[in-house]
């Protein structure tokens, strides 16, 4: 049959065609849809996996609540502050991160792992009874140790309970097992000339090349403002996984509008923020603990930063008004 443009001999064609379409189309549909509800096709999925007691799904909800991903990346999302702790589980296994996550102020030592082997869910998770047969399975944990063991770290020390560590390590054996296609890359270094193309653990960097004599200081960070220099410096040093620019409340209180403000403390009196009192919470926190906040969850930065950056953050803080 043929049909000319406009001619009504091709009405039926045409609505057998669409119908035709038309039905491919549901069937397409309906497949998939059956598809996406198909039980996890082969990939982990956290309410499979436990730790002890403790479930992943759990553990989700306490990474979230301390904001790890303020510091951390999990799978490329987050802040770069800390390392990766995608496949972290599997590196050091659960015993290094159980005596790591108890004591953030410092980096565990053998004894202290040797004291995690001693809890049954270690031993049934890992099979390992001794610390040899321990650091043979995750020779990570080995390096770790035997690198940073009783050195202070960077991380700051986090109040958790016995029952939140257990569930962060269900929660890293599962992004642990986590199907990631191939994330991360490895990073490839080889016949790149750069300071920082040092294999861990080497003793010492190579001297960085000394300045030309009588070179200009950089002159992009010396006209740099205070309070931009501020800006960064609190990205750089985490603050704002636990702090608001605004006035919200996160592990610790929001800075919007704090400076000058009067500030209720724990023990029932009231300080004003000035400079001496910000400058006193970021150097000493425990000092003076705001009202309503745990002591001892923020870091004492007074080995960590400079008195010039110490100096750049408050300027930076006096420029965050109430919204
Ligand atoms: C304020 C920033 C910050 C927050 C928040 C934070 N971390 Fe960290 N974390 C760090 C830094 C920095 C390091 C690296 C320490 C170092 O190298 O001295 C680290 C190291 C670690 C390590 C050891 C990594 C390694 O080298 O093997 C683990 C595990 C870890 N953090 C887990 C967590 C978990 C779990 C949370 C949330 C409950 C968390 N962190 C929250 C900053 C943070
Ligand atoms: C691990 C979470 C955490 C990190 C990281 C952290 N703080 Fe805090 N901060 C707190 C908590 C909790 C309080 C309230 C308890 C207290 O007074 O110590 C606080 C209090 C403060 C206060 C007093 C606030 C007020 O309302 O009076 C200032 C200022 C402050 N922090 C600045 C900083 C700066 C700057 C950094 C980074 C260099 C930083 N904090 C990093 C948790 C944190």
Redesign the pocket.
């Known amino acids: 049959m043929s049909c000319g443009i406009g001619g009504s001999s091709c009405e039926t064609p045409r609505r057998r065609g669409a119908l035709v379409m038309l039905a491919a189309m549901t069937v397409i549909f309906v497949a998939l849809s059956v598809f996406s509800f198909m039980k996890s096709r082969g990939q982990t999925t956290p309410d499979t996996i436990t730790y002890g007691k403790y479930t992943a799904d759990e553990g989700k909800r306490v990474f979230q609540a301390y904001n790890c991903m303020g510091c951390h990346t999990m799978v490329g999302n987050g802040a770069y502050l800390g390392p990766d702790l995608t496949g972290e589980y599997k590196r050091v296994g659960p015993a290094w991160l159980a005596a790591f996550l108890a004591s953030a102020g410092g980096w565990p030592t053998t004894g202290a792992v040797r004291a995690q082997l001693l809890d049954p869910n270690q031993q049934a998770d890992t099979g390992a009874d001794s610390i040899d047969a321990y650091l043979k399975k995750f020779p990570d944990a080995a390096v770790q140790i035997e690198r940073r063991g009783g050195k202070t770290t960077m991380m700051?020390n986090?109040p958790f309970s016995k029952d939140e560590i257990g569930q962060l390590i269900a929660y890293l054996k599962y992004t642990s097992a986590m199907n990631t296609e191939g994330w991360p890359p490895k990073v490839e270094v080889e016949g790149l000339d750069h300071r920082l193309q040092l294999a861990h653990g080497a003793a010492a960097a190579p001297a960085a090349p000394a300045a030309p004599a009588g070179a200009a200081p950089e002159p992009a960070r010396a006209a740099l403002d205070p309070a931009m220099q501020g800006a960064q410096?609190?990205k750089d040093?985490?603050?704002i996984?636990?702090?608001a620019t605004d006035e919200k409340r996160l592990?610790?209180?929001?800075?919007g509008g704090?400076y000058n403000s009067k500030?209720h403390l724990a023990d029932g009196s009231t300080v004003t923020?000035d400079d001496a009192?910000?400058r006193e919470?970021?150097l000493k926190?425990?000092a003076?603990?705001?009202a309503g906040?745990?002591?001892s969850?923020?870091?004492a930065?007074d080995s960590?930063?400079k008195e010039d950056q110490v100096n750049a953050?408050v300027a930076y803080?006096h420029t965050l008004e109430k919204q």
Not at 251 to 255: D, L, T
Request: aromatic share 10%; net charge positive; glycine share 8%.
């Open positions: 700051p986090l410096l609190v040093n985490g603050c996984a636990c702090h592990v610790g209180p929001g800075w704090l500030v923020a009192y910000l919470s970021i926190p425990n003076k603990i705001v906040y745990p002591a969850v923020m870091p930065y960590l930063l953050i803080l």
